[in-house]
DNA sequence: CTGAATCCGTTGCGATACTG
DNA sequence: CAGTATCGCAACGGATTCAG
């Protein structure tokens, strides 16, 4: 099947059994942004194997969790029903991990769809529902993020549009987001970049994402 | 450090490169419920090698997860702060799992610990709080279980004590949970066998409990 | 050019044996 | 009881090659 067993009849035991292998819940969290392309998933998880890659997907789709869909001629990876239900559990990691990023090193990158995640976990859907409906864009190298705040929810998708506010940013967000910088430091330091639109929205913006660290 | 990383600037790869690997995970699980020594860890996951139960109790002390403590003479392991904030991470996994746990194999046990787990997963506060205080105490061949319900509190230990309700169950109170089976037939067909009190308290117990499957 | 399969060196895991 | 040591094996990592 899937992976080696843990010989227990438990739900932990069986979601770790389904996607508990090395890249796997990665490949989810990716997924949860938004179908992606064999290559687009090798793209946002640059140090993963291509056999490896191949591997989780043939098991996870056996496991019910994605499929591939043909997309007007190419195949696309989705997150079926039951795949989409992950959302918690990578929300879950994800807010508890943060707190032990420290600071980003050399190496380390920081992709669309992680990013995407990350604001995913840090929105605070009772504090934009008295929020003015607002549109970001994000942009990391060359691709942009999409992000729009409309009351108490959230939509976070690849690609460029209109929005209030358009910034460049790096992986030194993340202090922006647990409230380490103020938006207005952020700014200064060059750690945001402001594209188009107005500056001061990103207060607006960190205010609507946070997580403490 | 603790384990291969994964490139990385992402709230959830840094948790799995904190309690991905494979094993660390159950460990916290049966730590959420209290402090364990190592015998009792090795028990309760009985299919763990024991270089790998050390190790990883080595790895989850360095990564501040868990902390070694002395207990009048004896070592228990027992959770820090940070690793008991890993409880959402673990509930929400067992809630997903749940749902595609399928029938129990000859070879699955199901142990107190994971049991403790899966009823703080199951628990509903909001339908508990409308219901009397009750006691049950959940027997899986030697050891005991004993859950407290309390408005919409809950609290599961190990050990035994009074009880409104006390039962013997296996494996196939994932049924019972899951509403598969009522409570009558539970008992009828010794899925769940009472023990002491009011058998007719297991229909309670079910509605205190419950998760779809 | 995308989406893999193959090969092979390395690492972590599983089983068992052993020690303070 | 609480770990450590050893060893075979399966999974992973990296590079290359192959197929649609």
Redesign the interface.
């Known amino acids: 099947m899937a992976a080696r067993d843990?010989?227990?009849?438990?739900?932990?035991?069986?979601?770790?059994e389904?996607v508990?292998e090395?890249w796997a819940?990665?490949i989810v969290?990716d997924l949860l942004v938004g179908p992606r392309r064999y290559g687009e998933l090798a793209a946002g998880?640059?140090?993963i194997p291509s056999n490896i890659l191949a591997a989780r997907l043939k098991e996870l789709q056996e496991?019910g969790i994605l499929r591939r869909a043909p997309r007007s001629r190419v195949i696309v990876y989705e997150l079926t029903p039951?795949g989409r239900?992950?959302e918690?559990?990578?929300l879950?990691?994800?807010?508890?991990?943060?707190?032990?990023?420290g600071d980003?090193?050399e190496?380390?990158?920081?992709?669309p769809d992680?990013l995407a995640?990350?604001l995913r976990?840090a929105f605070r859907p009772q504090v934009a529902a008295d929020l003015p409906a607002t549109a970001y864009a994000a942009h990391l190298g060359p691709t942009g993020l999409l992000v729009r705040v409309d009351g108490p929810s959230l939509v976070v998708t690849r690609g460029d549009g209109p929005a209030d506010l358009a910034f460049a940013a790096g992986?030194s967000i993340?202090r922006l987001i647990s409230g380490e910088l103020a938006p207005g430091r952020a700014i200064e330091t060059g750690v945001v970049e402001v594209l188009r639109g107005r500056g001061d929205l990103l207060d607006r913006f960190a205010t609507t994402f946070h997580l403490a660290a």
Chains 1, 2 share one sequence.
């Open positions: 843990y010989g227990q009849y438990c739900g932990i035991t069986r979601a770790l389904l508990g090395r819940l990665l969290r998880l640059p140090r496991a039951y239900e992950l918690p559990v990578v879950a990691l994800g807010a508890w991990g943060f707190k032990a990023m980003p090193r190496e380390q990158v920081l992709t992680a995640i990350t976990t992986p993340h």
